[in-house]
């Protein structure tokens, strides 16, 4: 069974910086993308970010681009995002995403981890 | 970046229902659309990959439908469990883009 549990979220302040981490198991982590995907409270989904199977290829929508970077280590099958500068519109739940038979299609999610950015 | 316009944006339906969502975009995006169930403080949930490709396990009251730019999920007969938000979400090129969701209440 896939399982994805994210950990790093909490309350910071903005310009802070945050860094949030997925564990994987129950697939072989290093031959499928992975994905951050967000929703603020009450509000849509919005992909924030995708990286390829092997590390070497990143996608980023434009509002976090030069902000967050995103990572993985296939030997500890662990996905990570580096969130710098941070300001009130990048509070969310973000949510660790695999890739399916194609890099976005998102066919499993963990359970969340809540990002809240104030003063 | 490509829109992804739902309709309607909520919906109330009774148990047994024959129920459709539209989904339009843009611009041409194939058949690269997919479709995800959330329920209140849940993930999301995928239903329905490349418009009208069924995921695994998810029940065959779902189906979709479309390519272009205009895309419909389905629902044959609403199950009580079948209330939810609905997204679609293209996958034709970044940034990838969501729907604005369709909340389906039970009427």
């Known amino acids: 069974e896939v399982q994805l549990l994210e950990s790093g979220g909490g309350l910071i302040q903005p310009g802070g910086s945050l860094r949030l981490s997925c564990a994987a198991s129950?697939?072989?982590?290093?031959?499928?993308?992975m994905n951050w995907v967000r929703q603020a409270p009450g509000k849509g989904l919005e992909w924030v970010s995708g990286?390829?199977?092997?590390?070497?290829?990143?996608y980023y929508t434009d509002s976090v681009k030069g902000r967050f970077t995103i990572s993985r280590d296939n030997s500890k099958n662990t996905l990570i995002v580096q969130m710098n500068s941070l300001r009130a519109e990048d509070s969310a739940v973000y949510y660790c995403?695999?890739?399916?038979?194609?890099?976005?299609?998102?066919?499993?999610w963990g359970q969340g981890t809540l990002v809240t950015v104030s003063s | 970046d490509i829109q992804m316009t739902q309709s309607p944006s909520s919906l109330s339906a009774s148990v047994g229902d024959r129920l459709t969502i539209t989904c339009r975009a843009s611009?041409?995006?194939?058949?690269?659309l997919n479709w995800y169930q959330q329920k209140p403080g849940k993930a999301p949930k995928l239903l329905i990959y490349?418009?009208?490709s069924l995921q695994s396990g998810v029940p065959s009251r779902f189906s979709g439908s479309g390519s272009g730019t205009d895309f419909t999920l389905t629902i044959s007969s609403l199950k009580p469990e079948d209330f939810a938000t609905y997204y679609c979400q293209q996958r034709y090129s970044t940034p990838v883009t969501f729907g604005g969701g369709t909340n389906v209440e039970i009427k």
């Open positions: 611009q041409s995006i194939s058949n690269y």
């Open positions: 990286i390829s199977a092997n590390g070497r290829t990143t």
């Open positions: 129950g697939f072989t982590f290093s031959i499928y993308a």
């Open positions: 490349g418009a009208s």
């Open positions: 995403v695999k890739g399916g038979g194609h890099s976005f299609d998102f066919d499993s």
